[in-house]
């Protein structure tokens, strides 16, 4: 299940937003994260311009390059969001988990994991 904010129809956040977020929180790069997910710094940049406008928020601060190099840190707007985004995941997940099982628990075919999308590989 993917969750997604939107602006009217324009999607504004959702699972590729909240990875270059988390991705960013990590290394402190909005180059590095977006190189990890396969995608230009442009591209990445146009991705949270969009989305801050959209929300109404700033999300990363931008630290200028010099002797001690540049880098991105989430605001507090932009980890607070992550944080939500995640917590709401994990509750729909439980949730989805759940009525699964009230469902469909007592079908033979309905083991552990039966609700989950299998791995692509």
Same mark, same amino acid.
């Given at each position: 299940m993917r969750?997604?904010?939107?602006? &009217?129809?324009?999607?504004?956040f959702g699972p590729g937003v909240y990875r270059l977020?988390? +991705?960013? =929180?990590?290394?402190?790069? $909005?180059?590095?994260s977006a190189q990890a997910m396969g995608m230009s710094y442009s591209?990445?940049?146009r991705i949270i311009r969009d989305a801050e406008s959209h929300?109404?928020?700033?999300l990363l601060e931008r630290r200028?390059? &010099?002797?001690?190099?540049?880098?991105?840190?989430?605001?507090d707007a932009g980890?607070? +969001?992550? =944080?939500?985004?995640?917590? $709401?995941?994990g509750d729909l997940e439980a949730a989805l988990d759940a009525l699964f099982t009230k469902h469909f628990?007592?079908?033979?075919?309905a083991g552990p994991g039966a609700s989950e999308e299998p791995a692509s590989g």
């Open positions: 969750v997604r904010f939107y602006d &009217g129809s324009m999607p504004v977020l988390v +991705l960013i =929180e990590d290394t402190g790069s $909005l180059n590095r591209k990445a940049w929300l109404g928020v700033q200028a390059g &010099g002797a001690a190099g540049g880098g991105s840190v989430l605001t980890r607070t +969001l992550v =944080e939500r985004y995640a917590q $709401l995941q628990g007592d079908q033979p075919w």
